[in-house]
Every structure is written in structure tokens, then in C-alpha cells.
């Protein structure tokens, strides 16, 4: 049988869009253009069964912050809606699509992973693993820039939660609410209910900021809705609204 070749990896200035934006602005005085190297994952295989596969409907984005902790996770707003979510999330919670990265890491964490979540792994190439056999591969190359979300492309910004966003954005869904995307570093052994384990704010702040900016400006300018429910969060371009505000939504 053939090896299939790798697609070259293309000068990212050549791919450049309308919509992609280079920033001048700095982050500890290093030019934000250079903080977002390899920021962009540009789709080459987005499973064909989640494209648009949830048109017009509602996402719940979990992230590892501590505010996943904040809310009772039994309440019929979370189990009968759609949700995403990553990383240690299965120690409370099984979303409807649980997304891991990276097969070290993510190995570490697949015993999380239980019926009847849907596993997706995003990553780079497609290397057949031991356990990931069943699992909605999405691969991408890495680029350059931030950007808004675009079908076939995802931008990735260096965060599992935030990138779920644009996984979200392919899957067709129109109004998002967030959860634990919070912008703490995780602490020692637990990534929810630690207070004393979490620093202050993430160090790429303005990073994750710009890309959630550009996400809600994107998805309001199509009619759609983004929402954070956690009252913790450190990022400001996404509105926040309580639990009762989302389930009058819905």
C-alpha cells in the first residue's frame, strides 16, 4: 500500500485571507504577532458527519477553569443541551463531545472519557494510537495569525476551551455559552475548586482575548449569540449572564 504524502506546509503569508488579522499591539513587550506563532490550525479533515451537524442550536463550551465548579452540573440546562467540552472535564461532567489533545497528554486522560460522550481529537497528523480508535479526528496545519471563525479553518489559541469554540462554530450552532473558559492556570493536581492552586490570569490574556472578541463579533454579525456564564472569568469581550438569564434563552 502507498504512504500517503503529507500536504507541504506552505508560507503562511501566502494564505493569508481578508479576514485574518496581523496585530501590532505587544504582550510583555513581545509584538503579538510573535506571541500567536502557530496560533492558526487550518482544517484538513473535519469529520463530515459534524459539519453543520447541530444548525441553529445551543453549545455549551467547557473549558478547565475553576467555574465549571460553580454550578450544579446535573441541571437539566447542561444535560439536555449540546456540550463540548476537554481535558479534565469527564471528573464532573460527560459533555456530549469530549475533545483531548495531544497523545501523551491525552492518553493521561482518556479513562475520563465514558459513554455517552463523543470523543474528537485534534491534531496534527492522523497517527493511528492504541485507544483512539473510535475516536472524531480533526486534523490541521499550523500557521501564523488569529482570526474569526471560518468554515475550514480553526484558529487556534493555545487553549483547549477556546479552540472547542471554532470546532463548535463548524458543527453549525448559533448561540454559545461558556463555561470554565476562565483565564487561570491550572494548579497542582485539580483544575476545579482549588482556589489555592490558581494563579491570577493566564499569561496570554490579551491573546485569548482578541480571539474571543473576533469570535463574538463573527457569530453576532451572523444573528448568533455568545454568552459567559462564569462570573469569574478574567475575559471581558464576551457578556456575561447568569444561569437563569441562559434558561430563559432556551
Not at 22 to 36: A, T, W
Not at 208 to 233: A, M, P
Not at 235 to 240: D, E, G, N, S, T
Request: hydrophobic share 35%; glycine share 8%.
Amino acid at each position: 500500500m502507498r504512504r500517503r504524502k503529507k500536504p507541504p506546509m506552505t508560507d503562511p503569508k501566502q494564505n493569508q485571507t481578508q479576514n485574518e488579522v496581523i496585530l501590532g499591539k505587544s504582550v510583555d513587550n513581545v509584538p503579538l504577532v510573535r506571541k500567536v506563532f502557530n496560533a492558526r490550525m487550518r482544517v484538513r479533515n473535519f469529520p463530515r458527519e459534524l459539519e453543520d451537524v447541530h444548525k441553529g442550536q445551543t453549545a455549551i463550551i467547557f473549558g478547565d477553569g475553576p467555574s465549571v465548579g460553580d454550578y450544579d452540573l446535573s441541571d437539566p440546562f447542561f444535560t439536555e443541551n449540546i456540550t463540548l467540552g476537554c481535558n479534565h472535564i469527564g471528573k464532573h461532567f460527560q459533555p456530549s463531545y469530549y475533545a483531548l489533545n495531544g497523545f501523551y497528554y491525552a492518553r493521561g486522560l482518556l479513562h475520563l472519557v465514558r459513554p455517552p460522550s463523543k470523543l474528537i481529537r485534534y491534531l496534527r497528523y492522523h497517527p493511528k494510537r492504541p485507544g483512539f480508535e473510535n475516536a472524531l479526528i480533526i486534523t490541521y496545519w499550523k500557521g501564523w495569525v488569529l482570526g474569526p471563525p471560518t468554515k475550514g479553518i480553526l484558529y487556534h489559541s493555545r487553549k483547549s476551551g477556546t479552540m472547542l469554540l471554532h470546532v463548535a462554530y463548524q458543527m453549525g450552532f448559533s448561540r454559545y455559552f461558556m463555561l470554565g473558559i476562565d483565564g487561570y492556570l491550572p494548579g497542582e493536581l485539580n483544575h476545579h475548586n482549588s482556589e489555592e492552586r490558581i494563579t491570577p490570569k493566564h499569561d496570554t490574556e490579551e491573546l485569548i482575548q482578541e480571539f474571543l472578541r473576533l469570535f463574538v463579533e463573527k457569530v453576532t454579525s451572523e444573528g448568533g449569540e455568545v454568552w459567559n456564564l462564569s462570573q469569574r472569568s478574567v475575559y471581558k469581550a464576551v457578556p456575561k449572564c447568569t444561569l437563569e438569564d441562559a434558561k430563559s434563552m432556551t
